[in-house]
């Protein structure tokens, strides 16, 4: 078993004053126009403070939440989702990291797609199983696992050629990654920002497994405000990511052959901009809200008779996610009641 990473380089992060030095993209304002829906908020001073998430062996948290998904391409999809999400502390690994699983139950679900042809199809089926990050994990007491350490910061492995193992971009996924916490105390406006590895799971023909489509996504948050509320403090964190992929780019050509290049291109991009309330005496996220767009450009040469023509397809897919922790004692929907 190869040993984890947290993050990328030298695992370290960089309290920043400003956005600065993303070698992705520069500033979300400047990635498309993109109206995620979420704002961040304006600043209220305050003194500097560790944010940390404090899980506990063998315990588990609970959440109610919401999800929207908005596909447009060839063909459209929408779904609308409600669910109680249940986060397991599964206990500690050898390198001091929780094993952390994360069990989706929806309670309702309604799933549209209209085709390219004018059929419709209608799935309210219920979903009951465990989130996949990608291959980064470990099977605990049975359930996939992944290593979480207490800055919210998901590890990953290399695979045999050094390569950083992807977290995958899939359904939610992107969701259950953030945010992630700075490394030392922060005063609110404060910036920190780290990278970690993600694709968009990408099958070519002509091509076996899965295609070569790995990125560095680059992380921002800062602290807004740290608010005393019943004798405990919340802090409010806004956060977002960036980042794409380019089978043309120079970072990534080389993964390709020069035959694969004549004929087609890849282009992946990912934004996702979220907010949430932590409690930072308990060491626990309290609620969150998250927006992301996810778009996938596809360029192909296709011959037609005698004339060749370039095709472009590209799908857009939007999405949101909200989740409020719920405290021991709360009667769910289907009569369980959240355990102490």
Request: hydrophobic letters at 35%.
């Amino acid at each position: 078993m190869r040993p984890y990473s947290i993050s990328a380089a030298a695992a370290v992060v960089a309290i920043l004053a400003g956005c600065g030095g993303d070698r992705l993209g520069s500033s979300a304002g400047s990635h498309g126009g993109w109206n995620s829906g979420v704002s961040w908020g304006a600043v209220t001073p305050g003194p500097p403070v560790l944010l940390r998430i404090h899980r506990k062996g063998g315990k588990v948290e609970v959440y109610e939440g919401r999800f929207e998904l908005r596909e447009e391409g060839p063909a459209l999809s929408r779904e609308t989702a409600e669910f109680y999400l249940s986060v397991f502390c599964l206990g500690v690994n050898s390198q001091g990291l929780d094993q952390v699983s994360f069990r989706r139950s929806h309670t309702e679900r309604r799933r549209e797609e209209i085709y390219a042809n004018g059929k419709r199809s209608l799935d309210k089926s219920l979903r009951d199983d465990i989130v996949n990050l990608g291959g980064n994990f470990d099977v605990v007491a049975g359930l996939r696992s992944y290593a979480f350490d207490d800055q919210g910061r998901c590890a990953y492995r290399a695979d045999e050629r050094r390569f950083a193992i992807p977290h995958l971009i899939q359904y939610d996924s992107i969701h259950y990654l953030f945010p992630m916490l700075p490394k030392k105390d922060v005063t609110p406006g404060e910036k920190w920002s780290y990278e970690l590895p993600l694709a968009v799971p990408t099958a070519l023909v002509g091509m076996s497994g899965l295609a070569p489509t790995g990125f560095m996504g680059r992380f921002t948050g800062r602290l807004r405000e740290v608010v005393a509320r019943g004798g405990r403090r919340t802090a409010v964190v806004d956060y977002e990511v960036f980042g794409e992929f380019d089978s043309n780019g120079a970072e990534f050509r080389n993964r390709f052959s020069e035959d694969f290049r004549n004929r087609q291109r890849l282009y992946h991009r990912v934004e996702l901009k979220g907010t949430c309330d932590m409690d930072v005496d308990a060491g626990r996220i309290l609620s969150k809200t998250e927006a992301s767009r996810i778009t996938l450009t596809s360029e192909a040469v296709v011959v037609e008779g005698t004339r060749a023509r370039n095709a472009v397809t590209t799908i857009y897919a939007h999405t949101r996610m909200t989740l409020n922790w719920l405290p021991p004692g709360t009667r769910l929907k289907t009569g369980a009641i959240v355990p102490h």
